[in-house]
């Protein structure tokens, strides 16, 4: 890991207004959340069998690339500055797209996401959401 990644990760979240844990959230991209982040925990922490961070990063990378999704965002649920070597901590992807949840039901099994469906969660830096597009959530526990 690249200390000075993770540390523009964290300056970009406190920017865009993450606040210690608390509501509302703020979003990132997928490139900044996997930009040399090689952190089992900082995503699907609690999977029994971890499919790893480029799993991760190679299926979020899939989607984004699909007709129809016009973008892949991570919500940052903690940051922990007290040890260096932890990546900030997200429990939910969001996909803005005008498909349905099931279209990536194929490429999220592997990451085995407790819930794929839409979201309606406010935050600290909404998307931009295109007519006709909404937000899927993927969340686990």
């Not at 890991?1 to 993770?6: A, E, F, I, L």
């Not at 997200?90 to 949840?101: F, G, M, N, R, S």
Request: charged letters at 25%; glycine letters at 10%.
């Amino acid at each position: 890991m690249d200390t000075s990644k993770r540390q523009r990760l964290i300056d970009t979240a406190k920017a865009r207004g993450y606040v210690d844990m608390g509501s509302p959230r703020v979003l990132v991209t997928r490139q900044e959340f996997f930009d040399d982040n090689d952190d089992l925990g900082s995503i699907g922490c609690n999977l029994i069998e971890h499919p790893g961070v480029p799993a991760f990063e190679g299926a979020f990378r899939q989607i984004a690339d699909m007709d129809g999704v016009a973008g892949v965002y991570f919500a940052i649920t903690e940051i922990d500055e007290g040890y260096a070597d932890i990546w900030p901590f997200t429990d939910t992807a969001y996909i803005v797209t005008v498909l349905k949840p099931s279209v990536f039901d194929s490429v999220l099994g592997p990451l085995h996401p407790d819930e794929v469906g839409p979201g309606d969660e406010a935050f600290a830096n909404p998307p931009a959401i295109p007519s006709g597009f909404e937000l899927i959530r993927v969340w686990w526990d």
